[in-house]
């Protein structure tokens, strides 16, 4: 938030900016792009969001102390959402532990120590 | 004999006019925006609700007199642990340092008249008693029996108890903890007096932001995941339900990525505390300031990538397990970092043992004990034996009790004089500090052997060969008990029968001590500005900065 | 909020005690909106988060569910957002260049109508439709019909959409505040940070919608069907 005065042609800009990317988020929903389709809404959303974040918040035009603290919520809710997905990814790699008496994998390296 | 010193000191204090007695009746305490006065409701609050959660552990010791429990039966034990925790989490350790002493010091501190928000903050007392009653009601009809972790399904789909209405409380209360975050952040970087920089503030107050910062950023989250596990409890849908396809460990997950902060945010504002303490009582500026004010803030970001040496044992992915096991080891250096820094400060320091200097003392040698047995937690190997025994329940009282409890009371007796413009009886406050020493150690040092030798926590029954070691930990709960309830006493009592005390007993540095004890309502005559830099007690001053 | 804490003391002068000067009190109150907007980004973003999580456990039964939704109504109330979005930095605009009160008022207002037709539109078409259908879990979800994994992504749906809205409705709460206190004369070019914080909170809502809309309504894309 500042002092400084957008003008409306920018505001204008914006919205007719968000309406047509609206447009074409739904309109690209109607056309076969497998994964991409995911990848395609997301970029969109984004970029709606650095609009609206940029221009309709002012962030553009405010101090940097504002800009870490948004930087800093969206890098938080990355880790959380990183994290525990790389938990619930890989969960699958690790094979079910056989019972004590299977040999080990390591065996014949660590025999080979001795 | 105590340090403190009697006489007023140069501060006008003829005016008898002070935020306690400038107005009168009830409604000017219920509706009051004076953080000092906030400070004195939430004082009051959590004193209740420590010895609420201390009398469940009290019953929990007596219990384990016995191998085969010689109290409750194992379905109330359930319930006395679950509110142990429940209670001494949210609504004792969470809001200690922060809504009492923050409240109260951080406008002082910074030489502001009150903080940015201050209806905010009365607000978020009325939000955190309605949290409180809440909890208070769900143990009055019944308990709840998840323990404080409230894992699925038990909590959402199996337990007979009141999970909805303590898991109610505990939401409700999160927004308290936010709201106080919200308002600390604001006013330390909106409102420091002329002349404080940051690295002119106090690192109390450094303590405090970094407190804030994690309010913000983890409370929320849980708030959710309460949300949702109760949402699971009503509709059985299967959001963390396995039997119907949803994800337990998704529920540990969201419920960590709060709670181990929540560990710091319970841990930070006592290492606050004990800076101040350590260089007032070694009448010495502390050693590597920036190096602890950035440990702060190090902790602070580090603990929220920590969360999953929770769940090592629950069935998590390894390789993530590797993950946090490294960033585990990896939090404990800003925490050695303070350990080496208020050691290095008492080094040649000209040292007082009065009370406030005994808890820290106390705080610094049992902190340093329960930080370094967490890293035998954090190790995957180690812990896969010890998790889920007395190992953790001992770990995390060293540094829950014999730190940041130590820490609180440490504080509470330090700046005792400048909230009620009374001192306290200094040989009762010592003699009670030793005997809390001595009984914290009795009743949690034999918990690490039996959980070394392999005893289950929140067990009502245990085999009989461990009964002497409970036995002493049982014995050591009475003493430290007692210890608790002696500071109760003697500081209701100063509050009317103690000597006078003036603007500044301890000769301290800082700016609540150039304010009357106690301070009038606006905290100031004047905004003070401040031209040196903190902690510059006479023949370890260090020059300006640029 | 300030903004909204403000009006029940309508003493206060511009500069409330704590504060040295307006500057610090503006900076302040930002500061504060956006703090506060952080809490809000983890507070949402923890649901995304476990919805993620399901998401990609369960995409199947996420892809059905969504195709349950109708995109029309996710695509017009996130116009009607916008719209919302747009009339409100016009309001502040208005304020910021000295125009009349009721310039302002009529910009809140319009913001209001707008955020009040996409509950109208929420709770008419959307919600009420999914009732009859039999696809609100805990109340009449037939899961005989579409299954647990539908249901799932049902209480997720509901559960984001329905926090979604109570934020709206808060929002239209602090709108109407701030009409009053502009028809009360309160702001100026000097003076109208309750505007401008109130902005940066609705704009925030409209954001949570930007993303719930495709996550949502547009999961898997929606080529399999007509058009909608």
């Keep these: 938030m500042s002092e400084h005065i957008v003008p409306v042609k920018t505001y204008l800009a914006v919205f007719v900016s968000l309406i047509l990317l609206t447009a074409l988020t739904t309109w690209v929903a109607y056309i076969d792009l497998g994964p991409f389709n995911t990848v395609a809404a997301l970029v969109i959303a984004v970029t709606k969001m650095l609009l609206v974040v940029l221009f309709f918040m002012h962030v553009k035009y405010s101090s940097g102390m504002t800009k870490i603290v948004i930087i800093a919520g969206v890098f938080w809710l990355a880790i959380l959402i990183t994290l525990t997905m790389a938990d619930e990814m890989t969960r699958v790699w690790t094979p079910d532990p056989g019972p004590w008496s299977s040999p080990s994998v390591l065996l014949p390296f660590v025999s080979r120590l001795l | ?546 | 909020m300030a903004a909204h804490s403000r009006l029940h003391d309508p003493h206060a002068a511009e500069v409330a005690h704590q504060f040295e000067d307006p500057e610090q009190q503006r900076e302040a109150d930002s500061l504060g909106m956006w703090t506060f907007l952080v809490t809000e980004i983890m507070f949402f973003g923890a649901l995304f988060a476990a919805y993620v999580i399901y998401r990609s456990l369960y995409p199947a039964a996420f892809e059905t569910g969504s195709h349950l939704l109708e995109v029309k109504f996710g695509a017009t109330n996130t116009a009607v957002l916008i719209c919302s979005s747009l009339t409100m930095v016009l309001a502040i605009y208005c304020a910021q260049t000295g125009k009349s009160k009721s310039a302002i008022i009529t910009f809140l207002v319009l913001t209001m109508l707008l955020g009040a037709a996409f509950i109208g539109i929420k709770l008419h078409f959307e919600w009420f439709h999914d009732y009859s259908e039999g696809l609100v879990p805990g109340i009449n979800f037939n899961l005989a019909k579409y299954g647990s994994g539908v249901e799932l992504f049902m209480v997720f749906y509901f559960f984001m959409t329905g926090l979604h809205a109570l934020h709206m409705v808060i929002g239209l709460g602090i709108l109407t505040v701030l009409v009053v206190m502009t028809a009360r004369g309160r702001f100026s070019p000097r003076y109208y940070a309750p505007l401008d914080i109130s902005g940066l909170y609705w704009h925030f809502v409209d954001i949570i919608w930007i993303f719930l809309f495709p996550l949502l309504y547009l999961i898997g894309g929606r080529y399999t069907h007509g058009g909608h």
């Design chain 2, 1 to 546: 004999m105590s340090t403190a010193v009697v006489e007023p000191q140069h501060v006008p204090s003829g005016s008898q006019v002070n935020y306690l007695n400038a107005t009168y009746g009830i409604k000017s305490w219920l509706l009051t925006t004076d953080h000092k006065r906030i400070a004195l409701l939430y004082l009051a609050s959590i004193t209740l609700m420590f010895f609420v959660g201390g009398t469940a552990a009290v019953l929990m010791r007596l219990h384990l007199i016995e191998p085969q429990g010689a109290l409750v039966q194992p379905e109330t034990y359930n319930k006395l642990f679950s509110i142990h925790g429940i209670v001494m989490v949210f609504f004792f350790l969470v809001p200690s340092i922060p809504a009492t002493l923050g409240n109260f010091l951080v406008p002082l501190m910074i030489g502001a008249r009150d903080l940015a928000f201050p209806r905010i903050n009365l607000l978020s007392w009325y939000i955190y008693i309605t949290g409180a009653l809440l909890v208070l009601y769900a143990i009055l009809t019944g308990g709840v029996d998840t323990g404080w972790t409230f894992y699925t399904p038990y909590s959402s789909t199996y337990s007979h108890t009141h999970v909805i209405a303590a898991a109610l409380g505990v939401f409700i209360t999160g927004f308290s903890s936010i709201l106080t975050g919200l308002n600390f952040i604001v006013t330390i970087h909106k409102m420091r007096a002329p002349g404080m920089t940051w690295f002119r503030m106090p690192l109390f107050l450094w303590a405090m932001y970094a407190t804030s910062v994690i309010f913000i950023l983890g409370t929320p989250v849980i708030a959710i995941t309460i949300f949702l596990l109760g949402l699971e409890r009503i509709l059985h849908v299967g959001i963390f339900d396995p039997a119907i396809g949803g994800d337990p460990l998704l529920f540990q997950h969201l419920f960590w990525f709060y709670s181990h902060p929540a560990v710091y945010i319970m841990i930070l504002p006592g290492m606050g505390v004990i800076s101040e303490l350590v260089t007032c009582f070694s009448k010495k500026r502390i050693f590597g300031y920036s190096f602890v004010a950035f440990s702060s803030m190090a902790i602070a970001v580090i603990s929220f990538v920590v969360w999953g040496h929770h769940m090592f044992v629950t069935g998590q992915s390894i390789y993530t397990g590797l993950v946090f096991s490294v960033l585990s080891f990896l939090v404990a250096i800003p925490s050695a970092v303070k350990v080496f820094n208020w050691t290095a400060t008492l080094y040649k320091g000209s040292i007082s043992y009065d009370a406030p200097m005994l808890y820290a003392l106390g705080f610094i040698g049992l902190f340093t004990m329960g930080g370094l047995t967490g890293l035998f937690l954090a190790s995957l190997a180690t812990d896969v034996h010890l998790n889920g025994t007395y190992f953790i329940v001992a770990h995390f009282h060293y540094i829950m009790v014999g730190g940041a409890v130590m820490a609180y009371l440490g504080g509470i007796h330090f700046w005792w004089p400048k909230i009620t413009g009374r001192l306290y009886p200094d040989l009762w406050a010592r003699i009670a500090a030793v005997i809390i020493f001595f009984g914290f150690n009795l009743t949690f040092f034999p918990q690490f052997m039996l959980g070394y030798l392999g005893m289950p926590r929140r067990y009502a029954v245990y085999p009989a060969e461990f009964q002497v070691l409970n036995v002493m930990s049982s014995a050591g709960a009475s003493i430290l008990g007692i210890g608790y309830l002696i500071p109760l006493i003697y500081l209701i009592w100063s509050m009317r029968y103690g000597p006078i005390a003036g603007p500044n007993p301890w000769g301290a540095k800082g700016l609540e001590w150039q304010t009357p004890s106690p301070p009038p309502t606006e905290n100031f005559e004047e905004i003070p500005v401040v031209t040196e830099e903190p902690y510059n007690y006479p023949g370890t001053e260090v020059p300006v900065r640029g």
